[in-house]
């Protein structure tokens, strides 16, 4: 289950101290720790987060006691979240990035950078690192730009366009999007069904030709009748 804003700020640190030191259903634990059912369980039987240390709700102010109490006396109650005493204000989002005046000619050469040493970046991506736009990223992957041909890929780290760690964040990420072998990746194998995998392994030539007995004696005579006569010859040179 997705972690939605109504859950607690350590998840499964709290479900492990509510297994531990309530008398909590699962389901009540799962439902406050936005968790599924069966997690929780795996929790208390030992077989998960075993390296997770307890955190406790009602320490943290994220839940109170009375809270807690009624929850255990009734075990239809679902648990809630306790009112923050801190508001902590939305964070802004991010505009398209500032690039001084002074840098602004060095763009054209970092975006070349870019789409030929990272080709796996989205248009979206370049445009957060150097803060240019996507026609400008177009013109220039299909060489119309009007200075074109007097352009020299640069790394936009060392024009200052970005830094080495931002640079980095999007190249894993996009790796991460394609996937192991990028857009060439093949469907993922899959595991053969038991019949399959107990099957006899068999040659596609055992299956298509059918073997003559009769040929095989009749070679396997000849050969016989051939040995003892190359006996008897070597008899007679040897008398």
Same mark, same amino acid.
């Given at each position: 289950?997705?972690?939605?804003?109504?859950?607690?700020?350590?998840?499964?640190?709290?479900?492990?101290?509510?297994?531990?030191?309530?008398?909590?259903?699962?389901?009540?634990?799962?439902?406050?720790?936005?968790?599924?059912?069966?997690?929780?369980?795996?929790?208390?039987?030992?077989?998960? !987060?075993?390296?997770?240390?307890?955190? #406790? &709700? +009602?320490?943290? /102010?994220?839940? @109170?006691?009375? $809270? %807690? *109490?009624?929850?255990?006396?009734?075990?239809?109650?679902?648990?809630?979240?306790?009112?923050?005493?801190?508001?902590?204000?939305?964070?802004?989002?991010?505009?398209?990035?500032?690039?001084?005046?002074?840098?602004?000619?060095?763009?054209?050469?970092?975006?070349?950078?870019?789409?030929?040493?990272?080709?796996?970046?989205?248009?979206?991506?370049?445009?957060?690192?150097?803060?240019?736009?996507?026609?400008?990223?177009?013109?220039?992957?299909?060489?119309?730009?009007?200075? !074109?041909?007097?352009?020299?890929?640069? #790394? &936009? +780290?060392?024009? /200052?366009?970005? @830094?080495?760690? $931002? %640079? *980095?964040?999007?190249?894993?990420?996009?790796?991460?999007?394609?996937?192991?072998?990028?857009?060439?990746?093949?469907?993922?194998?899959?595991?053969?069904?038991?019949?399959?995998?107990?099957?006899?392994?068999?040659?596609?030539?055992?299956?298509?030709?059918?073997?003559?007995?009769?040929?095989?004696?009749?070679?396997?005579?000849?050969?016989?009748?051939?040995?003892?006569?190359?006996?008897?010859?070597?008899?007679?040179?040897?008398?």
């Amino acid at each position: 289950m997705a972690i939605g804003q109504n859950a607690p700020l350590m998840p499964k640190a709290t479900a492990v101290w509510l297994v531990d030191n309530t008398a909590l259903s699962f389901d009540q634990i799962a439902a406050f720790c936005k968790l599924h059912p069966l997690e929780v369980k795996a929790i208390a039987d030992g077989d998960s !987060a075993q390296g997770i240390k307890g955190l #406790d &709700p +009602v320490l943290t /102010g994220q839940l @109170t006691r009375d $809270e %807690l *109490d009624k929850a255990e006396a009734d075990p239809n109650h679902r648990l809630k979240l306790a009112p923050p005493k801190v508001r902590v204000p939305e964070s802004k989002k991010r505009g398209p990035r500032y690039t001084p005046v002074s840098k602004r000619q060095d763009r054209p050469n970092a975006i070349l950078w870019l789409l030929r040493n990272h080709p796996e970046l989205k248009d979206a991506q370049v445009m957060r690192l150097v803060g240019t736009t996507k026609s400008t990223i177009q013109a220039i992957r299909d060489r119309t730009h009007w200075n !074109a041909p007097n352009l020299q890929p640069a #790394d &936009p +780290v060392t024009l /200052g366009l970005c @830094t080495q760690i $931002e %640079l *980095d964040l999007e190249v894993e990420k996009a790796a991460a999007e394609a996937g192991p072998g990028g857009e060439d990746r093949t469907e993922p194998a899959t595991l053969l069904s038991v019949d399959e995998s107990l099957a006899p392994a068999s040659r596609p030539d055992e299956e298509d030709e059918d073997v003559d007995p009769d040929s095989v004696f009749s070679g396997l005579k000849a050969w016989r009748k051939g040995g003892e006569g190359d006996e008897e010859d070597d008899e007679g040179q040897g008398s």
